[in-house]
């Protein structure tokens, strides 16, 4: 059905012209049941050109037909090329346009279409497409940028939803952006059926928040209708819309959801070129304008191309005209009469070449007729204005955004006002405790919980002018990925499954975690360590000094020591050497002596071994070899008591037996753990390096089992343990624990670097404006406030102060009383029995002198004792000396004269001891 709507006549225009125009007549093929905008657009189009043109006028010839019809297609084209036309556009089908293609390259007339073609030239010869240009953007291009806006977007996996196999073709570059090791895509076909949500809600439950749009623009809103039922347009669900004209439909009851909804446009509706395009249709007959109303922000892609399509034709006809003037001919599809067009391959090339600018923007041809450089607008629902325009895409830039970050800052922070957050979390000290409640108090809502991660985002909350409810995550767990599943488990599942926006607990920041779910910046950076009991204080013991030498070694020792004593007096008593003149001076001495008695001898070997030496000496060669080789064994033997019992001392000190990881991957007696499905498990075993991959191995292997549910779990371990178990855990909660029970330390440093921060589900548009104040509070000194209020201050904190390790090990080189009390005790036996030993010997020279001088015992005592307590005397006379006029008598002569004078005698002495003058030296007994 042939439709010809009568153009405008410009009245006064036409006075001005002398010469008649000469008429260029062009095809435009259109598809029965399309919107009426396309030909209208191309119309009007056609009469801009004609107002300004002084030597033609374009004569439209407008037909419509079936889009699968290729029969009537190609009558259809016959017919126009008998009416001469220069130029066919159209029509949109895939189908029917290659008919037409086919044709125009045959009796060379050009060929302009203005929709997607999925290859270039359609996969044929270009010779036979050689009269064809495309104003549509190119395939492999327009798929590019698709691309590259994802990859912008930083979406890992998404769900590509599409309803036609020339969508999917469409999105080729975006599925071959998925690597092999990246999560998989989700490809959905929606078929006829208008009720989408039973696709929606798989896609729902499956977790995906990015998804891709690839359906007719009449398919669009309904779609959206249907996730905004099933709760699909939610805050941190993501929509890219690959339609060119998506912006035209009315996203009037939409754009209030809090989903992001994005997609692309060919024209920027600001633009000078399209408002006065609008502005002339606007202009038109009162037929029309009933018809066709649109504004610059609803003008369709395929509005827009034609109109650029009659700009380009026009402008190379004009440009030609000017060296040769164009007329038609009329031609005929028959094969006899087939003859061809002079002009239409000088015009096609001509547009090849020719940069033009219109209302798509720059339009460039590449040798094939296909345009490959263009610029598309990257527009974004937004609640007040509708679609607005975010950034922009060239073949040559990328991606370029036409908003600063300040701004997207400053819109999301204006989003958080008066919004209420759910955060999750999980009961664990000092981050998240339960507040104690009073009698006949109440307590609800955040009210009833205390800790570090509360005043954390009461504090953010405070900054960003949000509100927030707590929430406990019901299995109490961190986070993590069962293989064998497939899904996560604790914080990170509360999040993916949309039930809290935030999770804020001591929740480690790995690169596991971060797949998942987006993180803030690290609010408190932290490493592994080691939880270990401290040294047991031993038993003082006050004989501690027997410790460096065995039982045997001192039975040998005291065996030795007899042994050579007993020796040494033998070999004395044989030696000549050993027998010695008692006077010196007397060379006719008939009678030598030998002091080496068996108290002499073991005062020699007693004082070798001590140390010290002795005054006496041997003299023969037998007896200093015995004395030699004594010597070098009490050197040895001192010397190694020495150097042991300084260690053995300090015993306590090296109680630690593992002082790092090494030292426990080493060893097998201590066994050591960490948090089941914890982010300290993962990183052992996920490890490269040897140590920890043992220490993996060893506790995977353990049984019983070594690993715990919780952190209390294992400081419950390791207190219970007595040296026997070691705990891996965060350096954090490690220093809590340490503050608080003081029989547990730290043992090494740190065996990693990372960080706690808050987690939020993929694509979260809060995370840069919290991640902010998590800096300003870290800058502002809050965080170190917290952590120290809570850590050293809080429900016991502060109890442990200097109990680390290095103070214990520093005391423990101090010696105590306790460790050398032993020695002590020897000394003070030692003299005990010195002291008896000297009182024995008193009482024994006071009997020998009772006997000697015939006085009474209590005489001989009181006169020895007074004379022994008398500090002044220095010196003192020999008991019992015979003068020399007495020297030739006999003994027992002696005893007989000193009976008969024992009365003056016993006489002289009590006068003596009454009378005694502190300045005599001495008495004399005798007679």
């Known amino acids: 059905m042939q439709r010809i709507f009568p153009t405008t006549i410009f009245i006064g225009f036409l006075l001005c012209w002398t010469v008649a125009k000469r008429e260029i007549p062009i095809g435009a093929i259109f598809q029965t049941g399309d919107n009426i905008e396309p030909e209208i657009a191309f119309r009007y189009a056609v009469e801009r050109v004609n107002m300004h043109e002084k030597h033609f006028e374009l004569v439209p010839i407008v037909m419509y037909v079936s889009p699968e019809d290729s029969f009537k297609t190609e009558k259809k084209v016959c017919e126009m090329a008998a009416e001469g036309v220069t130029a066919i556009f159209g029509p949109s089908s895939l189908l029917t346009a290659g008919i037409v293609s086919s044709i125009c390259r045959t009796i060379e007339i050009p060929h302009i279409i203005t929709h997607w073609d999925p290859e270039p030239m359609g996969g044929v010869d270009p010779e036979l497409q050689a009269m064809t240009i495309n104003l549509y953007p190119e395939a492999d291009t327009l798929s590019r940028a698709l691309r590259d806006l994802i990859v912008d977007y930083s979406w890992k996996s998404f769900t590509i939803i599409y309803?036609?196999?020339?969508?999917?073709?469409?999105?080729?570059?975006?599925?071959?952006?998925?690597?092999?090791?990246?999560?998989?895509?989700?490809?959905?076909?929606?078929?006829?059926?208008?009720?989408?949500?039973?696709?929606?809600?798989?896609?729902?439950?499956?977790?995906?928040?990015?998804?891709?749009?690839?359906?007719?623009?009449?398919?669009?809103?309904?779609?959206?209708?249907?996730?905004?039922?099933?709760?699909?347009?939610?805050?941190?669900?993501?929509?890219?819309?690959?339609?060119?004209?998506?912006?035209?439909?009315?996203?009037?009851?939409?754009?209030?959801?809090?989903?992001?909804?994005?997609?692309?446009?060919?024209?920027?509706?600001?633009?000078?070129?399209?408002?006065?395009?609008?502005?002339?249709?606007?202009?038109?007959?009162?037929?029309?304008?009933?018809?066709?109303?649109?504004?610059?922000?609803?003008?369709?892609?395929?509005?827009?191309?034609?109109?650029?399509?009659?700009?380009?034709?026009?402008?190379?006809?004009?440009?030609?005209?000017?060296t040769e003037e164009i007329s038609p001919s009329r031609l005929s599809c028959g094969a006899k009469n087939l003859r061809q067009w002079p002009f239409g391959l000088r015009i096609v090339n001509y547009?090849?070449?020719?940069?033009?600018?219109?209302?798509?923007?720059?339009?460039?041809?590449?040798?094939?007729?296909?345009?490959?450089?263009?610029?598309?607008?990257?527009?974004?629902?937004?609640?007040?204005?509708?679609?607005?325009?975010?950034?922009?895409?060239?073949?040559?830039?990328?991606?370029?955004?036409?908003?600063?970050?300040?701004?997207?800052?400053?819109?999301?922070?204006?989003?958080?006002?008066?919004?209420?957050?759910?955060?999750?979390?999980?009961?664990?000290?000092?981050?998240?405790?339960?507040?104690?409640?009073?009698?006949?108090?109440?307590?609800?809502?955040?009210?009833?919980?205390?800790?570090?991660?509360?005043e954390l985002i009461d504090g953010i909350s405070k900054i960003l002018g949000f509100q927030y409810r707590m929430v406990l995550v019901p299995d109490g767990k961190y986070g993590s990925y069962n293989k064998v599943t497939k899904k996560w488990d604790g914080l990170v599942k509360y999040l993916l499954d949309r039930k809290a926006d935030l999770a804020i607990c001591d929740l480690t920041i790995t690169y596991e975690r971060r797949t998942a779910v987006d993180f803030t910046m690290p609010f408190m950076t932290l490493g592994i360590s080691i939880l270990y009991a401290k040294p047991v204080p031993q038993p003082k013991d006050l004989f501690s000094f027997l410790s460096p030498l065995s039982l045997d070694v001192w039975i040998y020792m005291a065996t030795a020591y007899l042994g050579v004593s007993v020796l040494l007096f033998v070999l004395s008593r044989m030696a000549p050497a050993d027998w010695e003149n008692p006077h010196p001076c007397k060379?006719?001495?008939?009678?030598?002596?030998?002091?080496?008695?068996?108290?002499?001898?073991?005062?020699?070997?007693?004082?070798?071994?001590?140390?010290?030496?002795?005054?006496?000496?041997?003299?023969?060669?037998?007896?200093?070899?015995?004395?030699?080789?004594?010597?070098?064994?009490?050197?040895?033997m001192l010397s190694s008591y020495t150097a042991n019992l300084a260690a053995f001392l300090t015993m306590e000190r090296m109680d630690a037996s593992i002082e790092s990881a090494e030292d426990l991957a080493k060893q097998s007696k201590i066994k050591y753990g960490a948090v089941m499905g914890g982010s300290t498990l993962g990183f052992f075993r996920s490890s490269n390096f040897s140590t920890y991959q043992r220490m993996w191995s060893a506790m995977e292997s353990a049984r019983p089992s070594v690993f715990t549910k919780s952190n209390d779990e294992g400081r419950d371990r390791v207190m219970k343990g007595r040296g026997l178990y070691a705990f891996l855990m965060e350096s954090t909660s490690l220093e809590y624990i340490t503050e608080r029970y003081c029989e547990l330390t730290k043992i090494g440093g740190l065996l990693d670097s990372k960080g706690y921060g808050i987690a939020m589900p993929v694509n979260s548009p809060y995370r840069t404006a919290i991640s902010g104040a998590v800096l300003k509070m870290q800058e502002e000194g809050k965080l170190h406030q917290l952590k120290t209020r809570w850590w050293k201050e809080m429900h016991g904190g502060g109890r442990c102060d200097g109990g680390t390790t290095a103070a214990a090990g520093d005391s423990a080189a101090e010696l105590g009383i306790g460790n050398v009390g032993g020695v002590f005790v020897v000394l003070a036996i030692g003299c005990f029995f010195a002291f008896l030993i000297g009182i024995l010997e008193f009482l024994w020279n006071v009997r020998k002198v009772a006997v000697d001088e015939k006085i009474t015992p209590w005489e001989a005592l009181r006169a020895e004792l007074k004379f022994a307590l008398n500090l002044s005397i220095t010196s003192?006379?020999?008991?019992?000396?015979?003068?020399?006029?007495?020297?030739?008598?006999?003994?027992?002569?002696?005893?007989?004269?000193?009976?008969?004078?024992?009365?003056?005698?016993?006489?002289?002495?009590?006068?003596?001891?009454?009378?005694?003058?502190?300045?005599?030296?001495g008495f004399i007994y005798g007679k």
């Open 351 to 454: 547009m090849k070449v020719k940069t033009e600018h219109g209302i798509t923007g720059p339009i460039i041809f590449d040798d094939n007729g296909q345009r490959t450089f263009f610029h598309l607008d990257i527009i974004e629902l937004n609640q007040q204005e509708g679609f607005k325009k975010i950034a922009t895409w060239d073949p040559r830039s990328g991606v370029n955004y036409t908003r600063s970050i300040e701004d997207v800052q400053m819109q999301i922070v204006e989003s958080l006002q008066n919004k209420t957050f759910i955060v999750a979390s999980r009961i664990g000290a000092p981050f998240l405790t339960w507040k104690e409640i009073k009698e006949g108090e109440y307590l609800e809502g955040n009210n009833r919980f205390e800790g570090y991660s509360l």
């Open 876 to 921: 003192k006379p020999v008991h019992n000396t015979l003068s020399e006029s007495d020297s030739g008598k006999s003994l027992a002569q002696s005893k007989s004269e000193s009976r008969h004078d024992s009365e003056s005698v016993r006489q002289r002495v009590n006068n003596m001891i009454q009378g005694v003058n502190k300045d005599t030296i």
């Open 163 to 322: 309803d036609s196999d020339e969508g999917l073709m469409r999105l080729k570059d975006i599925l071959q952006i998925h690597g092999p090791t990246d999560n998989p895509i989700t490809v959905r076909q929606i078929d006829d059926n208008p009720d989408y949500r039973p696709l929606l809600k798989d896609i729902q439950s499956s977790g995906e928040s990015h998804i891709i749009l690839e359906v007719h623009p009449s398919k669009i809103l309904d779609l959206l209708r249907q996730a905004r039922e099933v709760k699909m347009l939610e805050e941190y669900q993501s929509y890219i819309i690959t339609s060119l004209d998506a912006h035209t439909l009315d996203f009037e009851d939409l754009k209030y959801s809090r989903s992001n909804i994005t997609t692309l446009r060919l024209m920027d509706t600001k633009s000078f070129d399209i408002k006065n395009a609008v502005h002339d249709w606007e202009q038109g007959e009162s037929r029309m304008k009933r018809m066709f109303r649109v504004s610059p922000e609803h003008v369709q892609t395929d509005s827009a191309l034609f109109n650029d399509a009659v700009k380009i034709f026009a402008t190379a006809i004009r440009e030609l005209d000017a």
């Open 587 to 636: 060379t006719d001495n008939e009678e030598v002596e030998n002091i080496w008695d068996m108290l002499n001898a073991l005062w020699l070997t007693m004082g070798s071994i001590m140390g010290q030496g002795c005054d006496i000496l041997p003299k023969a060669i037998s007896t200093r070899v015995v004395a030699g080789m004594w010597w070098f064994f009490a050197l040895i």
